[in-house]
């Protein structure tokens, strides 16, 4: 065979500068040094060892950031523009859960201030026929009711005067207002009526009609006329005299004195049991309107 040319000259990794030629057929090629053999014995033989021969291969793929000298989050600074979007999507995560936190403390804080001025309520009965039917549903104003204890607010507010009761922020119940209240012989049950008789009036049921202070009371709404008598008695101060519509199918001032001894007196509802006034029927949705609160007048003489 043909001796070896320069074309026939091989590098292994690590060989440096050193060329060996290729062994020729007049001497047999000695066995090559397996990964196992000693890089020694592989040296006595005339091959040239692997360096990286003895190095296991798992080894070489152990290596990571902190066998560098590099932190965690060297990948970040060394590429910023994956970094900046990692950090602008934890950003958007933070801000839509604080917009998502606002918002349900936003509903608690309304739901509670509605709850504070509207209550709902269901008609149970035939007591304010026709006015109101039986499983009507109604939202009643608690505001318009507000009492305040003047000798509290006198204290951040020295120029109100300090009459040590409680006054209503806007307006006492007025004769002919539908008015929700707790029952005075068991406040555990809301009642629905309207009011007849206010502090200081004088009350009498006689020939199918009411009187107030001596006067028939004028009222405009569609009602039954009464087949029982009652009175005369006097409003006390702080509380009302209140009637059903369907005034010979309601449990109302006129039929509580009846579940009392005589020495008590439970004619009346006290201010303080008033709930509020009925304002909106909502349901059924054919039935939808203002509830009918009446200004009520007796008769002039």
Same mark, same amino acid.
Not at 40 to 65: I, M, R, T, W
Not at 125 to 147: D, F, H, Q, W
Not at 197 to 211: M, R
């Given at each position: 065979?043909?001796?070896?040319?320069?074309?026939?000259?091989?590098?292994?990794?690590?060989?440096g500068d050193a060329e060996v030629r290729a062994p020729s057929a007049e001497a047999p090629a000695p066995a090559a040094a397996t990964a196992g053999q000693p890089r020694?014995?592989?040296?006595?033989?005339?091959?040239?060892?692997?360096?990286?021969?003895?190095?296991?291969?798992?080894?070489?793929?152990?290596?990571?950031?902190t066998d560098l000298g590099?932190?965690? $989050? #060297?990948?970040? /600074?060394? %590429?910023?523009? =994956?970094?900046? *979007?990692?950090?602008?999507? $934890? #950003?958007?995560? /933070?801000? %839509?859960?604080? =917009?998502?936190? *606002?918002?349900?403390?936003?509903?608690?804080?309304?739901?509670?201030?509605?709850?504070?001025v509207v209550q709902n309520f269901r008609v149970e009965?035939?007591?304010?026929?026709?006015?109101?039917?039986?499983?009507?549903?109604?939202?009643?104003?608690?505001?318009?009711?507000?009492?305040?204890d003047t000798h509290e607010l006198h204290k951040f507010l020295p120029f109100i005067p300090d009459t040590g009761a409680k006054k209503f922020l806007f307006r006492a119940p007025q004769r002919g207002d539908v008015i929700v209240f707790k029952f005075p012989l068991d406040p555990s049950r809301?009642?629905?009526?309207?009011?007849?008789?206010?502090?200081?009036?004088?009350?009498?049921?006689?020939?199918?009609?009411?009187?107030i202070n001596g006067s028939p009371l004028v009222e405009p709404y569609e009602l039954s006329a009464p087949n029982y008598t009652y009175g005369p008695k006097t409003v006390p101060p702080g509380e009302y005299f209140?009637?059903?519509?369907?005034?010979?199918?309601?449990?109302?001032?006129?039929?509580?004195?009846?579940?009392?001894?005589?020495?008590?007196?439970?004619?009346f509802v006290p201010e303080a049991n008033i709930i509020g006034q009925a304002w909106v029927t909502y349901w059924p949705f054919s039935e939808f309107g203002f509830v009918n609160n009446t200004s009520l007048k007796p008769q002039a003489p």
């Open positions: 065979m043909a001796a070896a040319t320069d074309t026939d000259r091989w590098r292994r990794p690590g060989d020694a014995a592989a040296d006595q033989a005339g091959v040239q060892a692997d360096p990286y021969g003895d190095v296991p291969a798992a080894l070489e793929l152990s290596y990571g950031n590099l932190s965690e $989050r #060297a990948f970040e /600074r060394t %590429f910023p523009y =994956e970094g900046a *979007e990692g950090r602008r999507r $934890r #950003a958007k995560a /933070r801000r %839509f859960g604080r =917009e998502l936190v *606002e918002t349900l403390i936003l509903a608690v804080l309304i739901f509670f201030a509605v709850k504070a009965g035939s007591s304010m026929l026709p006015s109101l039917t039986n499983n009507e549903y109604l939202l009643v104003n608690k505001a318009i009711y507000y009492r305040v809301d009642f629905i009526k309207r009011v007849i008789g206010v502090p200081g009036d004088t009350v009498q049921v006689k020939d199918a009609k009411v009187f209140v009637l059903g519509d369907n005034r010979n199918n309601s449990y109302d001032s006129h039929a509580w004195q009846a579940a009392c001894s005589p020495q008590q007196t439970c004619d």
